[in-house]
C-alpha cells in the first residue's frame, strides 16, 4: 500500500507561483506512473500532470501547459509541481495520485487547497 502527502497549496494573487510537493511511501516506485489532479468547485476531477517514476517523460493538460513543471526527486521520493503565472481558473483542490500507468491510479493523497486571487 502506498501514501502520498500532499503539500504547498495556498493562497497567492494571479501571476504568482506556488510548488506543490507530494510525498511517497509505503513501496518501490520503479514502475510507478505519478499525476496531480484537481478539482474546482461543481466540477469534476482533472488531470494536470504526470510523470513516470523513471524515465524522463511528462504529460499535461493543454490549460497548464508552459505554465506547470511536474519533476520527481527520487532520493527524497517526492513528485513536484511547480506552478507559475497562476490564474484565478487554477483554483481547485490538488491532488497527488499513483498507479501502475498513466489512467489507472490505486492511490490517491488527501488534497492541498490552492486559491488564486484576481
Known amino acids: 500500500q502506498v501514501q502520498l502527502v500532499e503539500s504547498g497549496g495556498g493562497l497567492v494573487q494571479a501571476g504568482g507561483s506556488l510548488r506543490l510537493s507530494c510525498a511517497a511511501s509505503?513501496?518501490?516506485?520503479?514502475?510507478?506512473?505519478m499525476a496531480w489532479f484537481r478539482q474546482a468547485p461543481g466540477k469534476e476531477r482533472e488531470f494536470v500532470a504526470g510523470?513516470?517514476?523513471?524515465?524522463?517523460?511528462?504529460y499535461y493538460t493543454d490549460s497548464v501547459k508552459g505554465r506547470f513543471t511536474i519533476s520527481r526527486d527520487s532520493a527524497k521520493n517526492t513528485v513536484n509541481l511547480q506552478m507559475n503565472s497562476l490564474k484565478p481558473e487554477d483554483t481547485a483542490v490538488y491532488y497527488c495520485?499513483?498507479?501502475?500507468?498513466?489512467?489507472?491510479?490505486?492511490?490517491w493523497g488527501q488534497g492541498t487547497q490552492v486559491t488564486v486571487s484576481s
Open positions: 495520485a499513483a498507479g501502475p500507468t498513466i489512467g489507472r491510479y490505486d492511490a
Open positions: 510523470i513516470r517514476w523513471t524515465g524522463t517523460s511528462t
Open positions: 509505503g513501496r518501490t516506485f520503479g514502475g510507478v506512473f
